[in-house]
């Protein structure tokens, strides 16, 4: 057992952590959008105007604030008009990124915004900019969003939807420095400048601009888009970062069956996340020192092998603790830099990389990295509060990473702590300083081998529990966090 001390600064409230921090994404890529959300309405399976019940209930009870959509890579070879009007005549095309599939478009436009109503998020729409047209752009707005006469309106109306959907968040483009048209950042900015000029705020709706952000890395991406688009930006760049266990994409190591020194790297990569989002935020820094722009890291997570006998283009893998830890790392990374970070989408919701559901047939099952999103909703709209713990940098047999990760929030009252311990031998005991006294707590606890999963046939082997590991006096607390464990503590005044 190892003891390290954590201080927290209950009373002194920071910024605001964006409920979109909690943001997910679903590209029309494998088996996430058909088949995994939209089975149609003459499917056995039960659904609501196609989307699937069991998977709309379970995000509802995870708490999904927004959703990307349609891509990814596939949002910048994405006609929004082949999507739209009856099912029978739309366009049928090739899914050339993702396993050179019959897109049907059967769910479009209309299906996507029935699918946010269903949840009760808000929709992120990412916009075609390396293979669409200024106008086709502008037009995909005005049907959204506009109620005045005009000919997108008629034909919205037309298509059955009277009234305007509501529309904040836009992507100007995907990847454009890759799949979304292998761009110099140069030439991104210019698109970004003259594609942005055209989607319009019709009445009350207000977008929030995404522009293509760095591809990991790549701070020199950053800097020159800055430095051509501040303040033009009135919203957000994106990030875009996975985690790769090997860091090399030819074999990035399987997502499950693997042994402790691939754990391990997998850790020590996920946590390059905080250095990248710090490096950015220091070049965004000197062009925008009034902090206007935000940081949307709208792609992220684990991105393994696929799984054997699986479609190489559909991405699909199961997810285990090892995620969990993962899922935990990265959040508590965003929540500490609440000030900078308007959102972060996982990649990607359903059966696509890091999902946190996974489906077969009629079967649906939660995987580890749901349950750290569905304990960790309380940080979602609360104050950032400062934890500072002890430094649990560790050597795992030649690889070095930080053992333990926190972040802590407060709302209404409630002081909200979420750490993890990645270590898969040691625990530790975290010997908690609060600066105000709390009379009771709850806490839940997501523990188990590194591998450990939930398959279709056994969709319960992994889940939150509540915790006893805790005891709390006054203002101090002991939290003993097991090897391998993602625990929440709610403290009540
Ligand atoms: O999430 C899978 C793919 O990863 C996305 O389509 C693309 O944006 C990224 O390269």
Redesign the pocket.
């Known amino acids: 057992m190892i003891n390290k001390k954590l201080t927290v600064k209950a009373s002194q409230k920071g910024a605001k952590i964006n409920k979109e921090i909690y943001g997910h994404?679903s590209?029309h890529?494998g088996r996430c959008i058909y088949n995994g959300i939209y089975v149609g309405e003459d499917s056995d399976i039960p659904n609501t105007r196609g989307m699937r019940n069991d998977v709309v209930e379970a995000m509802k009870e995870m708490g999904i604030p927004v959703l990307r959509w349609p891509?990814?890579?596939?949002?910048d070879e994405y006609h929004w008009m082949n999507g739209i009007g009856p099912k029978e005549s739309r366009v049928k095309m090739i899914n050339t990124?993702?396993g050179g599939v019959t897109e049907d478009n059967s769910f479009g436009t209309h299906e996507f915004m029935d699918l946010c109503d269903q949840i009760g998020c808000e929709p992120y729409i990412s916009g075609n900019v390396g293979s669409g047209t200024v106008r086709e752009m502008s037009e995909w707005i005005e049907y959204m969003t506009s109620d005045n006469v005009s000919p997108m309106t008629d034909l919205r109306k037309r298509n059955g939807r009277e009234k305007p959907w509501h529309l904040k968040y836009l992507g100007i483009g995907?990847?454009n420095w890759?799949?979304?048209g292998f761009m110099t950042p140069e030439y991104y900015a210019n698109q970004y400048r003259q594609f942005q000029q055209f989607c319009k705020n019709y009445g009350d709706n207000k977008l929030y601009k995404v522009a293509c952000g760095p591809n990991g890395g790549d701070t020199a991406w950053t800097d020159k888009l800055m430095s051509m688009l501040n303040p033009m930006i009135a919203g957000a760049i994106s990030l875009?970062f996975?985690t790769v266990p090997t860091g090399k994409w030819e074999d990035k190591g399987p997502a499950t069956g693997f042994d402790e020194k691939l754990y391990n790297e997998t850790i020590r990569e996920t946590q390059k996340m905080e250095p990248i989002i710090m490096d950015h935020l220091a070049v965004m820094d000197r062009h925008d020192p009034d902090h206007k722009i935000g940081l949307a890291v709208d792609?992220w997570g684990c991105?393994y092998n696929v799984e054997e006998g699986t479609n190489p283009g559909f991405?699909y893998q199961q997810n285990t603790m090892r995620d969990a830890i993962v899922a935990s790392v990265n959040l508590n990374i965003f929540n500490r830099h609440a000030d900078r970070i308007v959102m972060a989408n996982i990649?990607?919701v359903v059966n696509?990389?890091q999902s946190v559901i996974l489906t077969e047939g009629s079967k649906m099952l939660k995987t580890p990295t749901y349950y750290v999103f569905k304990m960790y909703k309380p940080h979602q709209e609360a104050a950032l509060v400062e934890a500072m713990l002890e430094d649990t940098a560790f050597d795992h047999d030649g690889i070095s990473y930080t053992d333990v990760s926190v972040s802590a929030s407060v709302k209404d009252d409630t002081l909200f702590v979420t750490l993890s311990n990645a270590n898969l031998k040691e625990s530790y005991t975290i010997d908690t300083v609060l600066d105000e006294a709390f009379g009771s707590y709850e806490a839940r606890i997501l523990t188990g081998a590194m591998g450990d999963h939930n398959t279709f046939d056994q969709p319960d082997n992994v889940f939150d529990k509540a915790y006893d590991g805790v005891k709390l006096s006054g203002k101090e607390a002991s939290i003993v966090l097991p090897p391998v464990s993602v625990v929440t503590i709610a403290f009540k005044k």
């Open positions: 994404f590209e890529l891509g990814g890579c596939f949002a990124n993702w995907n990847e890759g799949c979304g875009h996975y792609e991105w991405l990649a990607q696509v990389l």
